[in-house]
């Protein structure tokens, strides 16, 4: 099992930005590729973000391209989201999860939910004018 709990989300202005991090425990985080997704109310949990590979590939969402960044800390398992110019179109829950490293063979696999185990509870994004 792997324990998933994420933090730092929080109210911000449009155009503001925030720093989401998901603290692991229970296995060895580095065997682990690692996903940001967020869902918004009445809309399907989508993929925001992923960190795969030995080395660290990372991949996102086209709506996110150039804001996000996706980034890893093996030494203190967790795994983080920097966020700029955020829009009010980013408002969602959103949760960090967990697949074994062997089976995010690349960027089609890494956007999927199904591909992973474990997830965290979430943590509220809310974007206002």
């Known amino acids: 099992q792997v324990q998933l709990v994420e933090s730092g989300g929080g109210l911000v202005q449009v155009g503001g930005s925030l720093r989401l991090s998901c603290a692991a425990s229970?296995?060895?985080?580095?065997?682990?590729?690692m996903g940001w997704f967020r869902q918004a109310p009445g809309k399907e949990r989508e993929f925001v973000a992923s960190i795969f590979g030995n080395d660290g590939r990372t991949h996102y969402a086209d709506s996110v391209k150039g804001r996000f960044t996706i980034s890893r800390d093996n030494a203190k398992n967790t795994v983080y989201l920097q966020m700029i110019s955020l829009k009010l179109e980013d408002t969602a829950a959103y949760y960090c999860?967990?697949?074994?490293?062997?089976?995010?063979?690349?960027?089609?696999?890494?956007?999927?939910?199904?591909?992973?185990?474990?997830w965290g509870q979430g943590t509220q994004v809310t974007v206002s004018s």
């Open positions: 999860a967990a697949a074994p490293m062997w089976r995010i063979t690349g960027q089609p696999m890494s956007v999927k939910p199904a591909a992973y185990d474990f």
């Open positions: 229970g296995r060895t985080f580095s065997n682990y590729a």
